[in-house]
């Protein structure tokens, strides 16, 4: 499956983005769904997975009550909305697919290109 993220951009400390992620792949449905960041210097991390019908999600403790993931099946679209964004948010985040029904558990199948969000403070 190839994976599309957009939505990232430059925005002040406290503003708000929403990063879409648009799959290729039909079969959307069967796909546990996740993003990851990576700020220069550091290592991947998780931010967020939710699974193949969407009604269960899971949050980093750092981003959570702040980063809200979601999906829509019908358009093979995965969202991150994140909210209140800290200048520590400021990374590259990554989508990522996992053929599983749960939550994206393990190491991701496919990843998406990437997309910059820059938070100024």
């Known amino acids: 499956v190839q994976l599309q993220a957009s939505g990232g951009g430059l925005v002040q400390s406290g503003g708000s983005l929403r990063l879409s992620c648009a799959a290729s792949d039909t079969t959307f449905s069967s796909y546990a769904m996740g993003w990851f960041r990576q700020a220069a210097g550091k290592e991947r991390e998780f931010v967020a997975s939710?699974?193949?019908?969407?009604?269960?999600?899971e949050h980093a403790d750092s981003v959570k009550g702040r980063f809200t993931i979601s999906r829509n099946n019908a358009e093979n679209t995965v969202y991150l909305q994140m909210n209140n964004l800290k200048p520590e948010d400021t990374a590259v985040y990554y989508c990522a697919a996992r053929k599983q029904y749960g939550l994206l558990e393990g190491t991701p199948n496919y990843w998406g290109q990437g997309t910059q969000v820059t938070v100024s403070s």
């Open positions: 939710i699974n193949w019908r969407g009604d269960s999600s």
